[in-house]
């Protein structure tokens, strides 16, 4: 049972006490199974105020306010996106306010890949482009969404890539290119700027990029 911080109701929460990953992850970094599927214990939702968080048995000081707003509470009851979504896309709103962009931009991302499930296409288009922004801003900030070279531009790129902003893609791709030294990445911006030339704006694996290389390198830290 956890008691949530913040209007002190409690709730039980799944979690996931062991899991595995069998294969590579896709572009975005969203891992196989069956990690995959533990999604939904990523964020959790206080029944009573709604408060969305990793754990709503802490917050932030800016929780409360947020919670309240009309944002706030127009995106927790929003149809358009799947439950799951609107948990992390409120999650980035708490985030937001509390002056971390970085773990705004993985809220919506990992609210992307719940739309995905419920394939809502649209909505999981539109929280894509949500968190390319977000990503700009976390990078602006000093906030690195991923401590390795070329990390974040290779998920920026795919993010924009799969929303179908094919051209701002190939702009964010041609600025930071020549700069990223780590060949995986590389490799797998090579491999984005061959299917934004066919303007393929599908779901690809970071094993179709770089091949059969061990995943050792490609431990990315969120």
Request: negative net charge.
């Given at each position: 049972?956890?008691?949530?911080?913040?209007?002190?109701?409690?709730?039980?929460?799944?979690?996931?006490?062991?899991?595995?990953?069998?294969?590579?992850?896709d572009l975005d970094t969203r891992?196989?199974?069956?990690?995959?599927?533990?999604?939904?214990?990523?964020?959790?939702?206080?029944?009573?105020?709604?408060?969305?968080?990793?754990?709503?048995?802490?917050?932030?000081?800016?929780?409360?306010?947020?919670?309240?707003?009309?944002?706030?509470?127009?995106?927790?009851?929003?149809?358009?996106?799947?439950?799951?979504?609107?948990?992390?896309?409120?999650?980035?709103?708490?985030?937001?306010?509390?002056?971390?962009?970085?773990?705004?931009?993985?809220?919506?991302?990992?609210?992307?890949?719940?739309?995905?499930?419920?394939?809502?296409?649209?909505?999981?288009?539109?929280?894509?482009?949500?968190?390319?922004?977000?990503?700009?801003?976390?990078?602006?900030?000093?906030?690195?969404?991923?401590?390795?070279?070329?990390?974040?531009?290779?998920?920026?790129?795919?993010?924009?890539?799969?929303?179908?902003?094919?051209?701002?893609?190939?702009?964010?791709?041609?600025?930071?290119?020549?700069?990223?030294?780590?060949?995986?990445?590389?490799?797998?911006?090579?491999?984005?700027?061959?299917?934004?030339?066919?303007?393929?704006?599908?779901?690809?694996?970071?094993?179709?990029?770089?091949?059969?290389?061990?995943?050792?390198?490609?431990?990315?830290?969120?």
């Amino acid at each position: 049972m956890t008691n949530c911080c913040l209007c002190g109701v409690g709730k039980a929460f799944s979690c996931v006490k062991s899991t595995n990953e069998l294969g590579f992850p896709d572009l975005d970094t969203r891992p196989p199974e069956m990690y995959r599927s533990t999604i939904f214990t990523w964020v959790q939702r206080c029944p009573d105020c709604g408060y969305c968080a990793t754990d709503i048995s802490e917050a932030p000081a800016q929780a409360e306010a947020v919670i309240y707003s009309s944002e706030y509470i127009q995106q927790l009851k929003d149809e358009t996106y799947p439950d799951l979504a609107n948990n992390f896309l409120c999650k980035s709103l708490i985030d937001k306010a509390s002056g971390d962009y970085a773990a705004a931009a993985w809220s919506v991302i990992y609210a992307a890949w719940a739309c995905d499930d419920a394939k809502k296409a649209k909505a999981a288009r539109k929280c894509r482009v949500k968190a390319a922004d977000l990503i700009t801003k976390a990078t602006s900030a000093g906030q690195p969404v991923s401590e390795q070279d070329g990390a974040a531009t290779a998920i920026q790129v795919d993010l924009l890539r799969r929303a179908g902003k094919i051209a701002e893609a190939r702009e964010l791709l041609s600025k930071y290119r020549g700069s990223i030294s780590d060949d995986t990445f590389s490799k797998i911006l090579d491999f984005q700027d061959d299917l934004l030339s066919k303007g393929d704006v599908a779901c690809h694996t970071i094993e179709e990029a770089i091949g059969e290389e061990s995943k050792t390198g490609l431990d990315f830290e969120f």
